[in-house]
């Protein structure tokens, strides 16, 4: 298992059209083959700071089973407009305890 962490800041004033954006969006990203689970968290110091945090089979379901797929254009078209920048996106594995 592999967490995407996706560091995304929106536009101010945009915060609850991303959120609304993100609820819309949610069934596409969630029913990925490889998905997980999804969860967006918003930042309280920075409320226009949002993570994303994505549990994928592999980094290859990420990259295979939706980047590279119409899901990723329809999930990027209704969260893509409130982005200040490109989102910051890295792949993590768990340190044995």
Known sequence: MVLEVALIDVLPGHEDDFAA??????PVLA????CRS????RGIESPTR??????W???EAHEEN?????RFQRWR????????GP???????????
Not at 38 to 41: C, N, Q
Not at 77 to 83: A, T
Request: glycine content about 8%; charged content about 15%; proline content about 9%.
């Open 21 to 26: 954006a993100y609820a819309e969006g949610h």
């Open 31 to 34: 029913g990925a083959p490889g």
């Open 38 to 41: 999804v969860r967006m968290t």
């Open 50 to 55: 949002f993570v994303l945090l994505v549990e």
């Open 57 to 59: 089979d592999s980094v």
């Open 66 to 70: 939706f980047r590279a797929t119409e």
């Open 77 to 84: 078209s209704l969260i893509g407009p409130h982005f200040a």
């Open 87 to 97: 989102p910051v996106v890295e792949h993590f594995v768990d340190v044995p305890a």
